[in-house]
């Protein structure tokens, strides 16, 4: 009861905000296209963040340019419904919801969905808890509307890995609900997104249904090596980038500060590791030291790709596929990482040069990598070959497929 009325109180005061700056929605002007798609994910994607925005971006593109009409919106709270991202995507050409007056009354999520539901071909709706708490609205809106579940990465083997890491109960009993979440989820859909084949398999443990379930991975594009392409010698530091707001990166981050990089430094002392990633916790920022270098966020990263000797993507969980490795294998920039972080992408005969689980397997990579040129210009050589699964064209395809099969 008591939220209830705080909620209609905050509510009230939005209204009064938005009437005195004059922000209105103008529903009079919303274009439909002959096929229409719903995106509803936690936040708008913030593309220069985090992996899966930067996929949704690309998502978002695909679709625009194959003529089908993007309505984005994101879970926040209408009182804190705030993002810088927004314009960018409305240049894009996407219609993207935010808390406005029309008619003299608050537009709201719910407004929004019903007023554009029934030209809605589509909704593709992002997250476990995205779908459980949307799909019925939408339903209820328009019931021909084709259910689309992106999955994102199987919550609940993410959560049981940290849970076989850490040994709190309270991981595995998260691991369990989210595992009952995500196969619900996938009966009441039209169709399940898995962001690799590793994570379609873990799926069709609990629901074999091979049929509804279809893999839609990262967008990599492999960039061709400049004629400036910085060599082995030219090159210093270690770099790992991801976001914090991802607990598997701050246990990297640990497991690579702790335990890793001693091994390493014993043996090429004062080397240097340059961390970027937003949302850095006040534990993250604590392990900032001259060789441990923990810089926040950066918009553009090409520099730091292109002047580091190795990457490095020490995770000990997590699920779906890693948007750090694509990166990294975009820049030709060779890498060290775990099975896990490996998953999902085929390193062929490069798995004994660059995939390692203990902390003293990593660090001799590591050491390795970094120190014999002709290792590190094979590996780096081979960066293309293991990113052609994930081109733009291939991807467009998959998305193209399911929409026409749905």
Known sequence: MYKSIKKQIRLKRLKRKLQKEQVFFNVESLVFLDRNVLIVDEIIPEFNKDSGSRRLKEII???LQNNIGVFLLADYKHHRYNSEYIESYKK?????YYP????????????FIKKIASQLDFAWLHRPHIFHKYHSIVVNANPKV???YDMVDFHSVRLQREYELSKNE???VESEKYLELEVNNSKLADVTIAISETDKLFLLEHYNKPEQIKVISNI????TKPLDFKSFENRSDLLFIGSFRHKPNQDAIRFLHDEIMPIVWKEIPGLKVNIIGSYATDFVKALNTETFNIIGFVDDVKEYFNNSRLFIAPLRYGAGIKGKIGQSLEYSLPLVTTSIG???FDFMDKEEVMIANTAEEIADKIINLYTDKKLWEFTSDTCESILEPFSYNKTEKQILEVLSNV
Do not use: C, N, P, Y
């Open 170 to 172: 309270l991981h595995r």
């Open 61 to 63: 593109s695909i679709l």
């Open 146 to 148: 084709k259910l689309i």
């Open 100 to 111: 406005a007056i029309h008619k003299g009354e608050l537009f709201t999520i719910k407004d």
């Open 342 to 344: 490996a998953e999902g």
């Open 220 to 223: 990599h594009q492999h960039l």
């Open 92 to 96: 894009m050409g996407v219609t993207v």
